[in-house]
């Protein structure tokens, strides 16, 4: 009978660390986790809150001054809704053909210190009011301009009252003026009288024929 030969086989096992998260740590995980789900809830309920019920116009447009964000008060100005507002040129809006010209108000948002500030009529569904924007660039992760926020304000009763005032101030320009020349006739006058009555005085006392 041929010899049987029998091969043992070794096994070695390899130490295996495992690591057991307690019930009690993974509940506070997830407690932590909803917690902080609700404060970014709650913090983008009050900047909607913010954003809709305020009188100032929000508008955020990308690189190309196309509108990204439009508050309802925009929409409101212009006639339209929001929604419909996305994706629009910003500048056809408010017509300002100047907003791409580098020497614009609006061109320097494309240059330190990216922002800019500026007052211009636009016409509105109340007819033409004067608006004033102060805009702000936004820095992508490469330091260039990739998206910018503007905050408009209807300045048109500040604007007719300084026109009012100074269209007073005109007038009142004009009187003084006007009372100045006054003046100076009246000093004129007085500087001619002195010497024609002394002539004409001498002409009534003169002879005949002298």
């Known amino acids: 009978m041929p010899e049987s030969r029998h091969r043992k086989t070794f096994c070695r096992c390899m130490p295996i660390s495992v690591c057991w998260t307690s019930p009690r740590s993974c509940s506070r995980a997830l407690a932590e986790r909803r917690a902080a789900e609700q404060a ?5 309920a009050k900047y909607r809150l ?25 929409g409101e100005t212009f006639g339209e809704t929001p929604e419909r507002l996305l994706g629009k040129p910003f500048r056809l809006l408010i017509r300002a053909a100047d907003k791409g010209h580098p020497d614009s108000p609006w061109g320097r948002l494309l240059a330190m210190p990216w922002c800019c500030y500026l007052e211009q009529p636009v016409q509105t569904l109340n007819g ?49 003026r006007i009372s100045a020349m006054g003046e100076r006739a009246a000093g004129l006058a007085h500087e001619l009288n002195q010497p024609l009555c002394a002539i004409t005085a001498y002409s009534q006392t003169c002879p005949a024929g002298c």
């Open 40 to 44: 970014v809830r709650e913090s983008e």
């Open 50 to 74: 913010i954003v809709e019920n305020q009188t100032d116009l929000v508008v955020k447009t990308d690189r190309d001054g196309h509108v990204l964000f439009a508050s309802p008060t925009v």
């Open 128 to 176: 033409q009011r004067w608006l004033a924007w102060a805009a702000k660039t936004i820095l992508d992760e490469n330091g260039e301009p990739g998206a910018v926020v503007a905050l408009g304000r209807d300045v048109t009763e500040r604007r007719r009252a300084e026109d009012e005032t100074w269209q007073h101030l005109e007038a009142l320009a004009h009187v003084g």
